[in-house]
């Protein structure tokens, strides 16, 4: 009797160690075991943006328009299918992410995740000093963006066209967990 007794502790104890932790709500996976933490949006400038972005995960693909606005202290995301019906709305204010989904029946993305991808887009490096691991590093050369580790291994890449005085994201490649997005801006 006391050896399943032990054996059911056991898998207890091992069943909790297969679960990653709990996330905070500003918190994201730059890969399996790497987490970061969004920076305040009031550390950047206000600003507007408008694109088609496409995910590609795994061999599927998905579509949607994104309309970004950073503006007093706050970051808002968009996001609209193809044809213009709005899918959802999140807000960022440094503190907390509120998302408003509009149609009831469509699987939302990870929004720390989404938000983290488009901040590592858009802020200069020395926004994310101390919002990152202290193992990752982002390394800038001409219009390509990498988060690299202390081994030198790549965990996303971010490509830029350069618009005028702009550096304007067009693709980022998260080699770890294997996804790309597809930015098409649209202003």
């Known amino acids: 009797m006391m ?13 909790g160690c297969a679960h990653p932790p709990k996330l905070a709500p500003t918190e994201f996976h730059l890969t399996q075991r790497l987490i970061a933490q969004l920076p305040a949006p009031k550390s950047h400038a206000p600003f ?7 995910t590609a995960v795994r061999g599927h693909e998905l579509s949607f328009m994104a309309m970004v606005t950073i503006q007093d202290h706050t970051l808002t995301l968009m996001a609209l299918t193809p044809v ?3 899918v959802f709305k999140t807000v960022y204010d ?11 029946n469509i699987p939302l993305p990870n929004m720390p995740e989404i938000l983290g991808n488009f ?10 000093q101390g919002h990152l691991p202290e193992t990752v590093h982002i390394h800038d050369a001409g219009l390509t963006r990498t988060l690299i580790n202390d081994a030198h291994q790549t965990i996303l890449t971010i490509e830029y066209v350069q618009n005028g005085r702009q550096k304007v994201p067009v693709q980022i490649h998260n080699e770890v967990l294997n996804y790309t997005l597809t930015l098409k801006n649209i202003q």
């Open 119 to 128: 901040m590592l887009a858009h802020y200069d490096a020395q926004a994310w």
């Open 94 to 104: 440094g503190h907390t992410i509120t998302t408003e989904q509009y149609l009831p």
């Open 3 to 15: 050896k399943w007794l032990y054996t059911g502790i056991l898998l207890m104890f091992l069943s």
């Open 84 to 86: 213009g019906i709005r």
């Open 48 to 54: 507007h943006s408008q694109a088609l972005i496409t």
